[in-house]
Structures are given as structure tokens and as C-alpha cells.
């Protein structure tokens, strides 16, 4: 036998040994919502639903809500107009309000979601097939937007 030969034959058996990578598990972000604040400072025992009401509001996605603005600029200019003809007194200036009501707008025109939650008995799951997001992402944005919200909750990990 050749050197070679014995070097392939040495390869081939650790790739046997090896666990298969379809056999690997995926963790996915699993949250329990415990209570919610509301703007006027009353707090109660929050429940799924209020989860998915805080994640169809587009005004708790904080700082990832310039993906939507990158990605619709077009349908945006074409609303409310360019930053130079705004600025140039052509077009009103644009509140926030505006803003937010536009975006929630085109999310619902459009049928765009941005998470995509499952709700099972008392728990959130955010699979992470279903996000096209690795759970460390998933995860900060749903902490980004839970906070916003008003709503603490207890997270942990579901294994599909």
C-alpha cells in the first residue's frame, strides 16, 4: 500500500466517525412575555398576542428600520419627495408620524413582515427557518422591538 493510499484511507475513516451535518440541531429564540408597561406608566401580565401586536408595529423596530428605508427609497421619494426638493420648498417636511404611518402602510400593501413568529400556549418561538435570520439576530431585534413596546419577557432556546 502507498503512502497515498493509507493518507485516503486514513481521511475516509474519520469522515465515518464524523456526525452528519443534517443531523445537527437548530436552535431557535423561544420568549415567554411576562408583563407589559403601557405609556402611562400601568403595568399587567402580558400575553402572546401583545407580542405580536408590538412586532406589527413598525415604530418599536427602532434602528432597523433603515433596512426599510434603504430598501423602499424609491416608493418613499416618490411620496413625499426627494431630501433636495423638501428642501428647496417643494414638498413639506416629513414628521415622524408621516414616516411611521408610511411604512406600516407599505408593510401591509406589500404583505412584508419583518419576524415571523409562532405562537405555542404561552410562548413566542421565532424558528429560524422561518426568519432567514441566525438567532443572534432574531434575537436583538426582538429585544429591540419588545423594548419599545413595553414588554419584559423571559427568553430561551427551542430545539427543531
Known sequence: MSKYSLVKLMENESDEERPSSALKATYNLAITPTTITSKDGKTRKATPDDV??????VVNYGMYMSNLRTRFSKDYDEKFGTVYDRRAGKKPPVTKDMENEFYSDLLKKKKIQLLFPTVEK???????KDNSMKKD?????????LKNAGIEYTSSTKES
Not at 122 to 128: L, P, R, S
Not at 137 to 145: L, S
Open 52 to 57: 405580536i401586536t408590538a412586532l406589527n408595529n
Open 137 to 145: 439576530v432574531i434575537d436583538k431585534m426582538v429585544k429591540t422591538v
Open 122 to 128: 404561552d410562548i413566542v418561538v421565532f424558528y429560524q
